[in-house]
């Protein structure tokens, strides 16, 4: 095993790569106690040839085959995101070399934003703010979230987050993953394989993405996916990019074959001003905020520091994930 052969007792040197919070620094630098830590930006080729741990911020940073170049002592890689898209495909083939990631850290701030959109857009939040902006008094009538149906497409630790709010506000939740299960564990009335997506999604009120970006779900919602939806549906995706077709997303919106969108995440971030996306009729874009309610990078840090302790023991880290699935 690459825990019992590498995670040994001893000091940490740790590379952060990315702008690291300033209030996240001080639990840094008691979590490593008598180790090091050096900013990537500033490290000279004598710093890196030390450092044993990289603690990467930016889930954009694609760097990580040229780090590893320069760092040979280099065993532990902790991402500061949910998703390691950017890092597994450097970390193939290489099982010397432990990635974790901040499972436990966004569940609950995710589950609760994907809520929010989904009760902005049943009570039609975005007509009040209008209807006051124009000083107007529209009364209307505005739908019930309870007894509808919601898919979740990725039915991990934040699908499940989401699910559990879901069922809470009386929403029937179906999920989609790799893998059926049979039974469904709660909160979930059935959880099918990817295979079945299409059927399930053309049941539901709601689709939610939280699927990380892998080879199997790049490209997952397509046209079709998107023809086989309610046009009353509305499609939320917290997950990446990637797993839904931009192309088929927006001709989807502009033909009325699904009611609305929201998207916290895009493929290209951050996303320019003169990106046709801000147009798009009944899509809501928010700059990939979901995850991020007040305190996330000390729960980061909290979490590394879990991990930091764990490899002085000679201890299995936690929240490992394998590069060659994705999580």
Same mark, same amino acid.
């Given at each position: 095993?690459?825990?019992?052969?590498?995670?040994?007792?001893?000091?940490?040197?740790?590379?952060?790569?990315?702008?690291?919070?300033?209030?996240?620094?001080?639990?840094?630098?008691?979590?490593?106690?008598?180790?090091?830590?050096?900013?990537?930006?500033?490290?000279?080729?004598?710093?890196?040839?030390?450092?044993?741990?990289?603690?990467?911020?930016?889930?954009?940073?694609?760097?990580?085959?040229?780090?590893?170049?320069?760092?040979?002592?280099?065993?532990?890689?902790?991402?500061?995101?949910?998703?390691?898209?950017?890092?597994?495909?450097?970390?193939?083939?290489?099982?010397?070399?432990?990635?974790?990631?901040?499972?436990?850290?966004?569940?609950?701030?995710?589950?609760?934003?994907?809520?929010?959109?989904?009760?902005?857009?049943?009570?039609?939040?975005?007509?009040?703010?209008?209807?006051?902006?124009?000083?107007?008094?529209?009364?209307?009538?505005?739908? *019930?979230?309870? &007894? %509808?149906? =919601?898919? @979740? #497409?990725?039915?991990?630790? $934040?699908?499940?987050?989401?699910? /559990?709010? !879901?069922?809470?506000?009386?929403?029937?939740?179906?999920?989609?993953?790799?893998?059926?299960?049979?039974?469904?564990?709660?909160?979930?009335?059935?959880?099918?394989?990817?295979?079945?997506?299409?059927?399930?999604?053309?049941?539901?009120?709601?689709?939610?993405?939280?699927?990380?970006?892998?080879?199997?779900?790049?490209?997952?919602?397509?046209?079709?996916?998107?023809?086989?939806?309610?046009?009353?549906?509305?499609?939320?995706?917290?997950?990446?990019?990637?797993?839904?077709?931009?192309?088929?997303?927006?001709?989807?919106?502009?033909?009325?074959?699904?009611?609305?969108?929201?998207?916290?995440?895009?493929?290209?971030?951050? *996303?320019?001003? &003169? %990106?046709? =996306?801000? @147009? #798009?009729?009944?899509?809501? $874009?928010?700059?990939?905020?979901? /995850?991020? !309610?007040?305190?996330?990078?000390?729960?980061?840090?909290?979490?590394?520091?879990?991990?930091?302790?764990?490899?002085?023991?000679?201890?299995?880290?936690?929240?490992?994930?394998?590069?060659?699935?994705?999580?």
């Amino acid at each position: 095993m690459a825990d019992a052969v590498r995670q040994v007792p001893g000091r940490i040197h740790v590379v952060l790569v990315g702008t690291c919070p300033p209030d996240a620094r001080p639990g840094l630098a008691a979590a490593i106690g008598d180790g090091t830590l050096v900013d990537l930006d500033a490290a000279t080729d004598a710093d890196l040839r030390s450092v044993n741990a990289a603690l990467v911020w930016d889930f954009r940073w694609t760097g990580l085959a040229e780090l590893l170049a320069r760092a040979p002592q280099l065993s532990w890689v902790q991402a500061a995101s949910a998703g390691v898209d950017h890092l597994r495909e450097a970390l193939v083939g290489r099982p010397d070399i432990v990635l974790t990631n901040a499972a436990g850290v966004y569940e609950r701030p995710m589950a609760e934003y994907v809520l929010g959109l989904i009760l902005a857009h049943a009570k039609g939040l975005s007509a009040t703010y209008a209807a006051q902006r124009d000083r107007a008094w529209r009364y209307r009538e505005t739908a *019930l979230v309870a &007894g %509808s149906t =919601l898919v @979740v #497409v990725g039915a991990g630790r $934040i699908g499940t987050a989401v699910a /559990a709010l !879901a069922a809470a506000v009386g929403m029937d939740v179906l999920g989609v993953r790799r893998t059926p299960a049979m039974p469904p564990p709660k909160p979930f009335s059935s959880i099918v394989g990817i295979d079945a997506l299409v059927p399930t999604i053309a049941q539901a009120d709601y689709v939610v993405v939280t699927t990380p970006a892998t080879t199997s779900t790049a490209g997952l919602l397509d046209s079709a996916a998107l023809r086989a939806m309610k046009p009353s549906a509305y499609l939320i995706n917290v997950g990446r990019a990637a797993v839904v077709d931009t192309g088929a997303l927006v001709e989807a919106l502009i033909s009325g074959t699904i009611a609305g969108a929201a998207l916290d995440v895009v493929e290209d971030e951050p *996303l320019p001003p &003169g %990106s046709p =996306l801000w @147009v #798009v009729p009944n899509l809501l $874009i928010s700059p990939h905020m979901s /995850a991020d !309610a007040h305190g996330w990078a000390t729960r980061v840090v909290e979490q590394f520091a879990r991990n930091v302790a764990l490899r002085a023991a000679g201890r299995a880290l936690e929240s490992r994930v394998d590069p060659a699935r994705g999580y």
